[in-house]
C-alpha cells in the first residue's frame, strides 16, 4: 500500500539553527499537509498545500516557516530560526484528489528536538 | 474557536469488553469525520471514517455520526490488548481544503 514517508525520522538542533523535514507523498496525491504534535498534546494543523500555493495555515505557521515542494515528489517544511519551543514531532500528511472528503494519510513523522 | 473535544481518559476496559469513545465538536458546518489510532510516539492511523447520520461497521468498530447533536463516537467490539492506544476523534472544517481539527485523544487501556 502506498505511503507517505518522512525524512529523517530524529533531528537534533542548536537553538537559531535553520531545519528542513522532507516528505514524499503518495504519488498521485494533490493535497500536502504538515501538522506538528507538542509531546503530550494534541495534534495541531499547521498550513495545507495544493497547486503549488499555501492554501491556509494556522497561527503557529509564522514567518519562521515555509513549506515548498521543489520538484514532483518531495514536500518541504522549513524552519529558519529554531526556537526551544518548536521541539515537537512534525507529521506530513497528504490526500488523494477526487473526493472532498478523503481521509489524510500521515507519514510517520519526524521528532525535532531543539537543544 | 472551533473545537474537538475528548475525555483523556484513560479509559481501562478488560479483554473481550466493548470500548465507548465519544467526541464532541463545535462546528455545526463540519461535513467529515475521522477516527485515528495512535501508538506512543507513533502517526496518527486511520481506522474509521463516517459523512452521515447513522452508524457505520468496520469488522471490530463502528462508529456513530449525531449530526444534530454534533456528536461523533467509536465502539469497539471484543477489546484486545493490543487496542490500547489514543483513539483522535478528528473533524473536516467545512473550508473546502480538508483541514482536519483533532481532539486531545481518548488513550485506552484494554487489560488481558
Known amino acids: 500500500e502506498p505511503e507517505v514517508t518522512q525524512t529523517p525520522s530524529h533531528q537534533v538542533t542548536q537553538m537559531g539553527q535553520e531545519v528542513i523535514l522532507r516528505c514524499v507523498p503518495i504519488s498521485n496525491h494533490l493535497y500536502f499537509y504538515w501538522y506538528r504534535q507538542i509531546l503530550g498534546q494534541k495534534v495541531e494543523f499547521l498550513v495545507s498545500f495544493y497547486n503549488n500555493e499555501i492554501s491556509e495555515k494556522s497561527e503557529i505557521f509564522d514567518d519562521q516557516f515555509s513549506v515548498e515542494r521543489p520538484d514532483g515528489s518531495n514536500f518541504t517544511l522549513k524552519i529558519r530560526s529554531t526556537k526551544l519551543e518548536d521541539s515537537a514531532m512534525y507529521f506530513c500528511?497528504?490526500?488523494?484528489?477526487?473526493?472532498?472528503?478523503?481521509?489524510?494519510?500521515f507519514g510517520n513523522g519526524t521528532r525535532l528536538t531543539v537543544t | 474557536q472551533k473545537e474537538v473535544e475528548q475525555n483523556s481518559g484513560p479509559l481501562s476496559v478488560p479483554e473481550g469488553a466493548i470500548a465507548s469513545l465519544n467526541c464532541t465538536y463545535s462546528?455545526?458546518?463540519?461535513?467529515?469525520f475521522f477516527w485515528y489510532r495512535q501508538y506512543s510516539g507513533k502517526s496518527p492511523e486511520l481506522i474509521m471514517s463516517?459523512?452521515?447520520?447513522g452508524d457505520k461497521e468496520d469488522g471490530r468498530f463502528t462508529a456513530q455520526l449525531n449530526k444534530a447533536s454534533q456528536y461523533v463516537s467509536l465502539l469497539i467490539r471484543d477489546s484486545q490488548p493490543s487496542d490500547s492506544a489514543t483513539y483522535l476523534c478528528a473533524v473536516n472544517l467545512n473550508t473546502g481544503f480538508q483541514k482536519l481539527v483533532f481532539g486531545t485523544g481518548t488513550r485506552l487501556l484494554v487489560s488481558p
Open positions: 462546528d455545526r458546518g463540519s461535513q467529515s
Open positions: 463516517i459523512y452521515s447520520n
Open positions: 500528511a497528504s490526500r488523494g484528489t477526487g473526493v472532498d472528503n478523503s481521509p489524510l494519510h
